[in-house]
């Protein structure tokens, strides 16, 4: 039995498109499935956490975008139980260009009623307060969460995305959000016991994933199968200099330059002498000092497609 969680919002209404499609595909292969449509933001997370409350093994696929997958993985009762399928037909599709996932469709449906090929990976947690979330691709501190917070109610994400490039739109957010950037200290501790103080932090991320905020190669040595997080830190580095690195990301050059530091651990504390806001997977959370990255003890058996 396939399990399909549909947003049917995804990419203007793509979604709901793009299923009518592999329907059809469903029934002629007589394939045994049931599908359920979100309707509001996180219900992804309650739609898998009702599957996977009975404790048995489940195949669940999510046709979406990256807030699709981490609102799902979020839902997940017990990761050694889901074998996970994804569709990308969001705006950044980040999970699906760090696993190398096809993007057309129809083969990514074949693959997953007919898989040849699994990879079990990392999922990352971001506690904060009381709370904790799940992450897929990366959580994050400062710029990068300030941007997928305003993405969210962007009107530009329509706009792009009915052109055919909802990738652009982290990028156009990130030049915008630059302008009033206003970066604060931070002290990051590794492992419990590396303590490192930054001054002016612009981001920090824990990485699961090489990719970020539409195709942003910001960790690119970071696997999500190597049971390690990739932090990045981009720190006391003026506007200009911001601006002319970004582009640089997206082939992972601005590694080499001052002001970006990379680390890598099993587990990361983040103290911001403010409140600042987080993301996990492009999903915002509200403003918080304090943060800490770690990941799960168990993986997910994800179908490659």
């Excluded at 399990?3 to 299923?19: D, E, M, Q, T």
């Excluded at 996180?42 to 404790?55: P, S, V």
């Excluded at 001054?199 to 905020?213: H, L, Q, S, W």
């Excluded at 002498?273 to 997977?281: K, S």
Aim: charged share 25%.
């Amino acid at each position: 039995m396939l399990n399909f969680i549909v947003n049917p919002n995804a990419r203007s209404g793509l979604g709901s498109k793009i299923w009518a499609k592999l329907e059809e595909v469903l029934k002629a292969r007589e394939t045994e499935y049931q599908v359920f449509f979100t309707k509001y933001q996180r219900h992804a997370t309650l739609i898998a956490r009702d599957i996977t409350a009975d404790g048995l093994e489940h195949t669940i696929v999510v046709l979406g975008g990256d807030g699709s997958v981490n609102e799902t993985v979020n839902g997940i009762k017990d990761l050694t139980k889901v074998t996970f399928g994804y569709i990308p037909i969001g705006s950044s599709n980040d999970f699906a260009r760090g696993l190398s996932l096809t993007r057309d469709p129809i083969p990514a449906l074949l693959h997953i009623i007919s898989p040849e090929e699994y990879k079990e990976i990392n999922i990352g947690v971001l506690s904060y307060g009381e709370k904790k979330r799940r992450f897929v691709n990366s959580a994050g501190a400062g710029f990068d969460a300030g941007v997928c917070h305003q993405v969210v109610i962007s009107k530009l994400k329509a706009v792009l995305n009915k052109l055919k490039l909802g990738k652009l739109v982290y990028a156009g957010v990130a030049f915008d959000r630059i302008v009033t950037l206003d970066p604060k200290d931070m002290s990051i501790t590794l492992d419990g016991t590396k303590k490192m103080d930054f001054k002016k932090v612009v981001f920090a991320a824990a990485m699961n994933n090489r990719y970020e905020g539409g195709g942003f190669l910001f960790c690119p040595k970071a696997g999500p199968s190597d049971d390690i997080l990739d932090i990045i830190v981009v720190a006391d580095m003026p506007k200009s200099k911001i601006l002319a690195l970004l582009p640089l990301a997206f082939k992972g050059w601005h590694v080499f330059f001052k002001g970006v530091h990379i680390f890598q651990c099993k587990e990361a504390e983040f103290d911001s002498t403010v409140a600042l806001p987080l993301h996990t997977d492009g999903e915002p959370i509200f403003l918080q000092h304090k943060l800490k990255a770690t990941l799960e003890s168990t993986k997910l058996k994800v179908i490659i497609s």
